[in-house]
């Protein structure tokens, strides 16, 4: 019985998880692998060699991440708050507003380096100014 309610708990995660964005994504694995205290290396690695190349990786993954910052909407606001909603499809369309509103705006915390740099061109594009950190 006690593994019926865990299978349950399981699917019901699965399920929340199927739910974020890629980026969420990023950021629930950062977050377990610095609160867990593991990486995403491969199991068959030596056991005396886990824990520097645990830290290895987790400082590759520091430096690796770049936080996104709005610092102008610029004239075109509607241009930029669908791109605040494409980066980021949890936005509302207030929540998006808003953030055009309030500068500077945190739009990607923590994000991987690709999407930090994805998420700076579409923004870039529609006409804001943004800054990479």
Same mark, same amino acid.
């Given at each position: 019985?006690?593994?019926?309610?865990k299978?349950?708990k399981?699917?019901?995660l699965?399920?929340?998880?199927g739910?974020?964005t890629?980026?969420?994504?990023?950021?629930?694995?950062?977050?377990?692998?610095?609160?867990?205290g593991?990486? $995403?290396?491969?199991?068959?690695? *030596?056991?005396?060699?886990? !824990?520097? +190349? @645990?830290?290895?990786a987790?400082? #590759?993954t520091? /430096?690796?991440?770049?936080?996104?910052?709005?610092?102008?909407?610029?004239?075109n606001k509607?241009?930029?708050?669908k791109?605040?909603r494409?980066?980021?499809q949890?936005?509302?369309l207030?929540?998006?507003?808003?953030m055009?509103?309030?500068?500077? $705006?945190?739009v990607?915390?923590? *994000?991987?380096?690709e999407? !930090?740099k +994805? @998420?700076?061109d579409?923004?870039? #594009?529609?006409? /804001?100014k943004?800054e990479l950190?």
């Amino acid at each position: 019985m006690a593994e019926e309610k865990k299978t349950k708990k399981v699917d019901e995660l699965t399920e929340e998880i199927g739910k974020l964005t890629v980026i969420e994504l990023s950021e629930l694995v950062s977050t377990l692998q610095e609160k867990l205290g593991v990486s $995403a290396m491969p199991v068959a690695a *030596a056991a005396p060699a886990a !824990a520097p +190349a @645990a830290a290895e990786a987790g400082a #590759a993954t520091a /430096a690796a991440t770049q936080s996104v910052v709005m610092t102008d909407a610029g004239a075109n606001k509607i241009g930029v708050i669908k791109a605040l909603r494409e980066i980021n499809q949890n936005l509302t369309l207030m929540d998006a507003k808003g953030m055009t509103e309030t500068l500077p $705006a945190e739009v990607l915390k923590d *994000a991987k380096a690709e999407d !930090a740099k +994805a @998420a700076s061109d579409k923004l870039t #594009a529609a006409g /804001a100014k943004v800054e990479l950190k």
